[in-house]
């Protein structure tokens, strides 16, 4: 099955940012919907950010004015810019279709220590 592949995670001090990626293997990808998902610990997976084909964005509350998303039709690949990251964001964060219709692929662990 097809699955977008996430790379980026770390570990980083609260404050600090992060770049992940994502690179879906699909000649459709440059009229696809993306979005980043993310679950942490005992709660469900949940919609982080989303950008749409030509480009328009929507981001959660929790991640309003933080977190970036962005797109390379030419690489295949949708961003999330990360920034002032928080300890409540530390979760395994995905990437798939917005909504979600494609297989999950292993994520990518953010973890924000205080």
């Known amino acids: 099955q097809v699955q977008f592949v996430e790379s980026g995670g770390g570990l980083v001090q609260t404050g600090g940012s992060l770049r992940l990626s994502c690179v879906a293997p699909a000649t459709s990808f440059s009229i696809m919907s993306v979005g980043w998902y993310r679950q942490a610990p005992g709660k469900r997976r949940e919609l982080v950010v989303s950008?749409?084909?030509?480009?328009?964005?929507k981001s959660s509350v929790a991640v309003k004015d933080r977190f970036a998303i962005s797109r390379d039709n030419a690489k295949k690949t949708v961003y999330l810019q990360m920034n002032s990251l928080k300890p409540e964001d530390t979760a395994v964060y995905y990437c798939n279709t917005e909504p979600a219709t494609w297989s999950w692929g292993q994520g990518t662990q953010v973890t924000v220590s205080t």
């Open positions: 950008i749409s084909s030509g480009g328009g964005t």
